[in-house]
């Protein structure tokens, strides 16, 4: 350990980082890297807390964690590897959320550092708060694709984390979603409205249904391309989407039919819609086409599954196989509905085969299954190498914040920017 190497850190640091007791929050892309980083300085108290558990797709990122260990506290596993490098460190690991009223200020009047790995903006401001109601310094972290920032918040001395306003995540109108999608990514975020629809929670705002009420679609909507149920009394009857999917025991051809035909016919009528957009197309389920669109067949026949943009018919036989799936877990499901994970094979393959069925219909690009995922999980693609010198220039700060020369530690908003500077100070 570094502190164990005389004259590898000067002796005031040394004793410093031997006898400080830290805080780490978050211990996944970032928090993995931090971790073993501190055990291997020589960090003697760390306290590290999670919430979450460990999923196969962190495995290719987060090194503290194997196959093994799925399903397993992230904070509790990470503590048990990092004690593989250094047997000496004392490792305090909780697995909990840090938001919970017990972690208080009290909590946090225990460390003379806490340092944040989150990628929850909500824990972010929350553990600000409580840093600057501690008066403790705070190390905020965080990393997108090639791009990290590091950022020392300490009362009197800089700004905090909430002083500058952030971009909240992008949302779409949900007229865009039912009526009139561009880009792939509304058919994808209307997909996944699908999935709560049919197998979830329900949300009446994440209505699927063509939205007559669209201010573009004023005026003579047109004949109704879908027969309306009536009573005898000749008043109609209006169900659920999910009441209506399980009269029809969820018969995938039936939901086709209603989704990708019948819908896209209603849309066809509200003729305003289409005055200045190229109109969608409705797909029957006996005439699907069996190519992709734009690719060549040598590369869709060789490419990974997962890697390729379905056809049409791939699209609706994996529409019907999941539908069949998750129709099953449904009714051996105890609370009653489904929640939806980008790591369940079966419910990213229905969103998979929706998206791209509507995306076709609208005449917008398709995506591989890989690449839905990515944007239906809301992933910024991680990049381990980034986490790692995030992780690195954490612990540099953390040695000058133990010093006491908060003025020195300097905020990196931009890693290139920062390695640039650093580069020209030395030719």
């Given at each position: 350990?570094?502190?164990?190497?005389?004259?590898?850190?000067?002796?005031?640091?040394?004793?410093?980082?031997?006898?400080?007791?830290?805080?780490?929050?978050?211990?996944?892309?970032?928090?993995?890297?931090?971790?073993?980083?501190?055990?291997?300085?020589?960090?003697?108290?760390?306290?590290?807390?999670?919430?979450?558990?460990?999923?196969?797709?962190?495995?290719?990122?987060?090194?503290?964690?194997?196959?093994?260990?799925?399903?397993?506290?992230?904070?509790?596993?990470?503590?048990?590897?990092?004690?593989?490098?250094?047997?000496?460190?004392?490792?305090?690991?909780?697995?909990?959320?840090?938001?919970?009223?017990?972690?208080?200020?009290?909590?946090?009047?225990?460390?003379?550092?806490?340092?944040?790995?989150?990628?929850?903006?909500?824990?972010?401001?929350?553990?600000?708060?409580?840093?600057?109601?501690?008066?403790?310094?705070?190390?905020?972290?965080?990393?997108?694709?090639?791009?990290?920032?590091?950022?020392?918040?300490?009362?009197?001395?800089?700004?905090?984390?909430?002083?500058?306003?952030?971009?909240?995540?992008?949302?779409?109108?949900?007229?865009?979603?039912?009526?009139?999608?561009?880009?792939?990514?509304?058919?994808?975020?209307?997909?996944?409205h699908l999935f709560s629809q049919l197998f979830g929670v329900a949300d009446p705002d994440e209505d699927v249904s063509p939205d007559s009420g669209d201010p573009e679609a004023v005026g003579d909507a047109g004949k109704l391309a879908l027969e309306n149920e009536t009573t005898e009394a000749g008043n109609t009857t209006k169900v659920s989407t999910r009441q209506w999917a399980h009269d029809v025991d969820y018969e995938a051809h039936k939901l086709?039919?209603?989704?990708?035909?019948?819908?896209?016919?209603?849309?066809?009528?509200?003729?305003?819609?289409?005055?200045?957009?190229?109109?969608?197309?409705?797909?029957?389920?006996?005439?699907?086409?069996d190519a992709v669109a734009s690719s060549s067949s040598a590369i869709t026949q060789t490419a990974l599954k997962d890697q390729r943009v379905w056809s049409m018919a791939e699209c609706a036989e994996v529409f019907e196989q999941s539908c069949k799936i998750l129709n099953r877990q449904l009714r051996d499901s105890k609370e009653g509905h489904l929640i939806w994970d980008k790591d369940d094979d079966c419910a990213m393959d229905f969103v998979t085969?929706?998206?791209?069925?509507?995306?076709?219909?609208?005449?917008?690009?398709?995506?591989?299954?890989?690449?839905?995922?990515?944007?239906?999980?809301?992933?910024?693609?991680?990049?381990?190498?980034?986490?790692?010198?995030?992780?690195?220039?954490?612990?540099?700060?953390?040695?000058?914040?133990?010093?006491?020369?908060?003025?020195?530690?300097?905020?990196?908003?931009?890693?290139?920017?920062?390695?640039?500077?650093?580069?020209?100070?030395?030719?």
């Amino acid at each position: 350990m570094a502190t164990s190497i005389e004259g590898l850190l000067p002796l005031d640091l040394n004793k410093l980082v031997k006898t400080s007791k830290v805080l780490v929050v978050g211990s996944g892309g970032i928090g993995c890297e931090l971790l073993k980083n501190l055990v291997l300085t020589g960090f003697g108290d760390i306290h590290i807390i999670d919430l979450d558990t460990i999923e196969v797709s962190n495995l290719n990122r987060q090194f503290l964690f194997r196959r093994e260990h799925v399903g397993k506290p992230k904070a509790l596993v990470a503590k048990e590897s990092a004690l593989a490098f250094n047997p000496d460190v004392n490792i305090t690991a909780y697995h909990d959320s840090i938001t919970e009223s017990k972690y208080d200020v009290n909590f946090y009047s225990e460390f003379a550092l806490v340092m944040n790995a989150l990628d929850n903006r909500a824990a972010r401001s929350h553990v600000n708060r409580l840093c600057l109601a501690a008066n403790k310094p705070l190390i905020e972290s965080g990393s997108a694709g090639y791009n990290g920032h590091i950022a020392l918040h300490k009362k009197s001395v800089s700004e905090c984390f909430d002083c500058t306003p952030r971009p909240h995540q992008k949302t779409f109108p949900g007229c865009t979603i039912r009526n009139t999608p561009s880009e792939p990514i509304h058919c994808i975020v209307w997909a996944k409205h699908l999935f709560s629809q049919l197998f979830g929670v329900a949300d009446p705002d994440e209505d699927v249904s063509p939205d007559s009420g669209d201010p573009e679609a004023v005026g003579d909507a047109g004949k109704l391309a879908l027969e309306n149920e009536t009573t005898e009394a000749g008043n109609t009857t209006k169900v659920s989407t999910r009441q209506w999917a399980h009269d029809v025991d969820y018969e995938a051809h039936k939901l086709f039919r209603k989704f990708f035909n019948d819908d896209i016919k209603y849309l066809l009528s509200m003729e305003n819609l289409w005055a200045k957009r190229r109109p969608p197309t409705p797909l029957e389920w006996e005439n699907l086409p069996d190519a992709v669109a734009s690719s060549s067949s040598a590369i869709t026949q060789t490419a990974l599954k997962d890697q390729r943009v379905w056809s049409m018919a791939e699209c609706a036989e994996v529409f019907e196989q999941s539908c069949k799936i998750l129709n099953r877990q449904l009714r051996d499901s105890k609370e009653g509905h489904l929640i939806w994970d980008k790591d369940d094979d079966c419910a990213m393959d229905f969103v998979t085969a929706c998206s791209n069925i509507r995306c076709y219909i609208f005449g917008i690009q398709q995506k591989s299954r890989f690449d839905t995922k990515s944007m239906a999980g809301n992933i910024i693609p991680a990049i381990a190498a980034t986490n790692a010198i995030v992780a690195g220039l954490i612990v540099m700060t953390a040695f000058k914040v133990l010093r006491e020369q908060l003025h020195e530690c300097h905020t990196v908003t931009s890693l290139g920017i920062y390695f640039q500077h650093i580069l020209e100070s030395y030719f």
